[in-house]
């Protein structure tokens, strides 16, 4: 929308009010600082789910936040949507009220725990006050009142832009281009024309008529049909094509040129043709001097949805699988370039903006290559867990937390050095991940905290032992084939035996081979761990105390780097491995029990079959010399 549209196009029959409404539909000249009412009704929703803490709910400075923002709101609202509301309105504000003057130690309850009737009740308001604001007569009645703003020459401010907003923000909740239904709206109060007819000059229409169209253009409900977004990405290395659940990852160098018909079939062949045919998008190279646009392409079959704000939504559920096989096996993050979006199988919108390649080395088809082997093993499983839908909301929002405090880490940003704030960083946002897996489970996160540090010692010592493997393992010296033999045998991906059976059984090789003669005792000790409960059980003794200090520290510091007390960086650094573990541990068996279906908190608590028998004394060789002979008899059986 151009301001000529709006200012020197009218007729002399055209009153100033028309002229008003018409640029009050103009979002370029500021937005208003009240927030609409589906904005913090969203939020207060989001804080009832989600905020956890003392420093949530119990803090009376954030209630009086949001009672602040919930009244101005309020009190921006036309007479006709207020009065359309009045039933919904009333609910929520007694619920909230009610909540605001709860006890303290109701109000100091985490997330997934909050069962009582204020806190239900207040959910159950605010969901109801959103449902209402989404209805065709709520947008109706917000149009009335952007109407009858324009139509007061009496007022003397920007009295139009919150419910200006807020019928932005209705019409974006309903699914529909708000910024094209907006430039709609101006065409038919401007012009009466229809909206998909160039705007050069007016059709004689009567101005009842006009509004009255523009009023019922503005409560059509956005249109469901088949929507399939697909997604190009540069990722280097070619991606094996595998498909599950609604979505399909592909070769872009191989998919593309057999789009074309006549050439070799493959599962969604003609859709990709509808998209590539006019050799815009997803173009790839043809001459070895060229660079491709693309090297993946993945297929989101969003099902029968609305087309606004599809492309989002397929990024969210393809993130939601990158983020989960990098977070596991590390490797780079594809850089999404152009999408494409087909609705009802006919071409609907796409993008054919093109970036250069990101990567922490340059040419890095190692890191891609992790990546697209982490997608074939991981990738499956989640987008069949996806199937029915995005992921639950506190799981969600602890992979992208975790997400967050990886990055600076990560492959991505190899040739970067971490700085201390990116270290620093790691503590709260790891607390975060573990909170959101609390809440996830309906766990208080002071449960959560208990049941992640039980597994600490077990965990540091299976560490420890592969790090004395790894000393054994250094390059140099003599015994080269030796060395050679063991590292193949350390690093296969199809190992003959569980690898704590291969170091009890070639301890004596590994040791050979150590060349560190400061942590010669040190290792000897932790081979002899694995075979001997006694120094296995002295171990994780030292490790339990190990991981009290540990919490309280963790404890500590998060306290500090939050509220701005003195820490020293050496302690932060100190703590940043046990925090990273508490993290991704938590959110490891939180997936999992998302894509097995099985209860959050009876993965949380539950233990492996090894800490079990090692607990009850069992030494670990033992233990899987017999699951391994077990094994090997099933196998031959079965054959």
Known sequence: MTDYNVSGHWSDDDPDWLKSLASSLDRRHGVSTVVPLTVIAEEVLEWLELASGVDAWKKSANRRSLRYDLDESLGALGASLHTHLSPSLTHFQAAFTQLECSPGTLLAQPPGTRTHVVWTDTARAARELLQALDTDAAVRASWDDLVATAQDRTLQGREYRPIAELLFDQLRRRGLDAERTFRDLVSLTAYGRDPHVLPRGQKALALTERIARARAHASVPAETEPVVVWLGYLGREAFPHLSAGRMSFMNAHWAVPNAEPGRQDFEHKEELWELVKGEGLFR???????????????????????????????????????????????????????????????????????????????????????????????????????ADGELPRFLAAALEVQTTADRPFSRDMALRKPSEADINSVIPLADRVVQHIAAHAALAPGVLFDLLGERWPHARWLGDVQRAVEMCLLGGGPREELRSELMREWLSKNPSRPWLLFVADRCGDLFSLCRIESERAWIMRMFASVSNHAEYHSLIEYYTAEGAVLEARRHRVRNALVHGNPVSFAVIESVREYARFLSRCALGLALESYIEGTPPATALAKRSEEFTALKAGQDAASFWRARHAAKAATNADAS
Request: charged residues 20%; without cysteine; negative net charge.
């Open 284 to 386: 790839v190279a043809e001459l070895v001097d060229e660079e491709s646009d693309v090297d993946v392409l993945v297929r989101v079959d969003l099902g029968a949805t609305t087309a606004a704000g599809a492309v989002n939504r397929a990024v969210r559920l393809v993130d939601t699988i990158l983020s989960v096989a990098i977070h596991n096996s590390g490797g780079t993050r594809p850089h999404l370039v152009q999408h494409g979006l087909l609705r009802s199988g006919q071409v609907g919108s796409s993008s054919f903006l093109s970036s250069g390649r990101e990567t922490g080395f340059p040419d890095d088809h190692y890191g891609a290559d992790i990546t697209a082997r982490a997608i074939e093993k991981h990738g499956p499983r989640i987008a069949m867990a996806l």
